[in-house]
């Protein structure tokens, strides 16, 4: 019989690949099962339990109740925070059948009543007007409750150059706590936005909380520019990290904000917390939320 010596090469070239490939494959196992697990690294791939809303500064500051939530509900926006002086009206003049009536609309849509936005601050010298503020601020929480709004957000407006800083941030911090406590009674979180020239600088927000020094006092982080001052983004992040209870966006096309990296450290920090765009109106409004929401998806990595 004629010997196949083509035959025979290939018999031996499947046999000692074969041999190699079960050496290879028992080699890996052997790394796998002997070397220790990879420490899991936080990544945008998880998921996201931020959720997205809007401010009605300034994009819905002429929209009624109802065309608030009709536009919120097509653009897939879960929650609006009510700007005091806008045309939805919500203000502590209305009456309790009023306000009952806010409450309801609301809990009967999709889109959730998550905060009113107040324009009272607390960092004037003249101390009968921070008064009459803070006494306004109580006002206003007490409208909180009665819409079903869990959370009012005040501010700093700046530090006043005629007073010495400490004093100010200290006053500030002092008069959080008093609208904190009131707020507690009443079941509505406090929400400090991070504003006002000097005032917005995060080492200054930390001193008016330390001062404030209550649990139901908290941030909206505001998305400004000097969030990258000092020793930058993280630095400045992770001295109030505990404490963000919201969130304030701007333009997300904005390349100089690191909107990723806030993002990340928002997912990191295991925050729930409603993110809301505060953004100039437009003609095309409906079509805008939807840029925005697009690139809010994006930048977590959830399209």
């Known amino acids: 019989m004629q010997y196949d010596l083509n035959a025979r090469n290939s018999r031996v070239g499947r046999r ?12 890996l196992g052997l790394a796998e099962t ?7 690294q936080p990544s945008l791939a998880q998921p996201s339990r931020l959720r997205l809303g ?12 109802p065309t608030i939530i009709k536009n919120c509900e097509a653009t897939k926006f879960e929650g609006v925070e009510l700007r005091t002086t806008h045309a939805h009206g919500v203000e502590v003049s209305l ?38 503020d803070l006494a306004a601020t109580k006002e206003y929480i007490l409208l909180a409750r009665d819409v079903g709004a869990p959370g009012v957000k005040v501010r700093p407006n700046g530090i006043p150059k005629e007073v010495p800083k400490e004093k100010t941030l200290e006053q500030i911090g002092h008069s959080l706590r008093e609208i904190g406590i009131f707020g507690e009674e009443h079941g509505i979180q406090i929400r400090l936005e991070v504003h006002g020239g000097e005032s917005q ?44 209870f919201t969130v304030h966006l701007h333009d997300l096309f904005d390349e100089t904000y690191p909107f990723r990296r806030l993002f990340t450290r928002l997912n990191e920090a295991g925050k729930t917390c409603f993110c809301l765009a505060e953004i100039p109106e437009s003609s095309d409004p409906l079509r805008v939320m939807r840029y925005f929401r697009t690139n809010f998806l994006a930048y977590q990595n959830l399209l």
């Not at 000692?16 to 080699?27: E, I, M, N, P, R």
């Not at 002997?34 to 899991?40: Q, R, V």
């Not at 809007?54 to 109740?65: C, E, G, P, S």
């Open 54 to 65: 809007t401010v009605t500064y300034n994009i819905a500051k002429d929209w009624d109740v």
């Open 95 to 132: 009456t309790a059948d009023q306000r009952a009536e806010v409450g309801r609309r609301f809990r009967d849509s999709k889109v959730a009543l998550m905060g009113l936005g107040s324009i009272f601050d607390y960092h004037t010298p003249d101390q009968e007007k921070l008064k009459r």
């Open 34 to 40: 002997s070397l220790p697990a990879a420490t899991p």
């Open 201 to 244: 600088l995060l080492p200054n927000i930390r001193r008016m909380l330390d001062v404030a020094d209550h649990k139901n006092v908290g941030v909206c982080w505001n998305t400004n520019s000097t969030d990258l001052d000092g020793d930058g983004f993280d630095h400045n992040f992770d001295l109030v990290k505990d404490k963000i």
């Open 16 to 27: 000692h690949f074969l041999k190699t490939a079960s050496l290879s494959l028992g080699t």
